[in-house]
């Protein structure tokens, strides 16, 4: 650890269920090998306002089982600003950090970038976003455990759907990604599930449920990602309805989705990923990301996380169509 004297640690951007155990794994890590670490309150803005606290062992008691972030979290505009970023490095050096990681998404890591590039200061990111939207790792920390959030929603609303002979819209977070809509959606047997990817077509949609009634279906769930359409599942259900006469909820989940404990895949994910980025930061590794590549952690360029677009596995919505037929 003799390259790094003392971490800074962040979270920043929406929060996501495990981002507690990957802090946790960054401090516990860090005291390990003899370097100190210091707790950054919400985010970039608690940066600007010297918003520390000392991390020890027993700080993190008690955390890897929490939702949300010990550390708050927050979006900051004057860190897009070149005198925001330095400021901040002037604060971080009468602080004596040397090193900073940052758990959170692209934002996070374009802000680390910069202030990495233009002040020195040595930057690893941690992805951690419930969207797994971010280019260059398989998984995010908090993904798992969204999906399970909105997956147990969904099976609650299938019950009420079969009990009415109801056609359910369910509205699931994704303004840009689909990643979120297509698991929940084929895990929960949905008929159809709606994404930015692929362009909506509601005739389509009305078609599968025709169709789903011609074979004796009573009910349906159609999961629809927030940014499928301009007004999401409201305008989705429109209009179906319009096109079949069904008898039409909608449900949105909304941020029930970002909260709750957990899985053990993301406490698990993000104590990897947490460790991993402490041990980068020892061996001299900067502007980076640690990322997840067939199960392997790896380094990747932090730039990737903004320069290129993730893409989405579009066979999962075949096999949804076919296995909900």
Not at 33 to 47: A, D
Not at 247 to 260: A, K, P
Not at 299 to 318: M, N, Y
Request: glycine share 12%; hydrophobic share 40%; with cysteine.
């Amino acid at each position: 650890m003799s390259q790094v004297n003392r971490i800074g640690l962040l979270t920043s951007g929406g929060d996501s269920p495990g981002m507690n155990a990957a802090i946790r794994a960054v401090v516990r890590t860090a005291l390990a090998g003899g370097v100190t670490v210091t707790g950054i309150m919400r985010g970039f803005s608690g940066l600007l306002d010297s918003e520390f606290m000392e991390m020890t062992p027993r700080s993190v008691s008690n955390i890897i089982q929490l939702g949300g972030t010990i550390l708050k979290t927050s979006r900051c505009l004057d860190f897009y600003e070149v005198e925001g970023r330095s400021r901040a490095a002037e604060i971080l050096r009468k602080k004596g950090i040397d090193s900073i990681v940052g758990i959170g998404g692209d934002g996070t890591f374009q802000g680390l970038s910069l202030l990495g590039k233009e002040h020195g200061v040595r930057v690893v990111g941690v992805p951690g976003t419930i969207d797994n939207d971010i280019p260059g790792t398989d998984i995010t920390i908090g993904f798992s455990t969204a999906a399970n959030t909105a997956l147990e929603s969904i099976d609650k609303i299938r019950d009420t759907a079969a009990s009415h002979d109801r056609l359910f819209f369910i509205e699931v977070m994704g303004r840009h990604c689909g990643a979120l809509a297509l698991e929940v959606g084929l895990a929960g047997g949905a008929e159809a599930i709606l994404i930015p990817e692929i362009d909506v077509d509601l005739d389509r949609v009305g078609q599968i449920v025709r169709d789903g009634r011609q074979r004796g279906k009573k009910s349906f769930i159609i999961v629809v990602a927030e940014g499928a359409l301009k007004d999401g599942a409201m305008a989705a259900a429109k209009g179906v309805k319009e096109r079949t006469g069904a008898d039409v909820r909608v449900s949105v989940l909304g941020h029930v989705q970002r909260g709750g404990s957990p899985t053990s895949y993301d406490r698990a994910l993000a104590s990897r990923m947490g460790r991993e980025a402490v041990t980068a930061l020892a061996s001299g590794q900067t502007d980076c990301m640690v990322a997840v590549v067939c199960n392997e952690m790896k380094l990747i360029p932090l730039s990737v996380t903004w320069e290129e677009k993730k893409s989405t596995d579009l066979d999962l919505l075949d096999v949804a169509e076919i296995t909900a037929s």
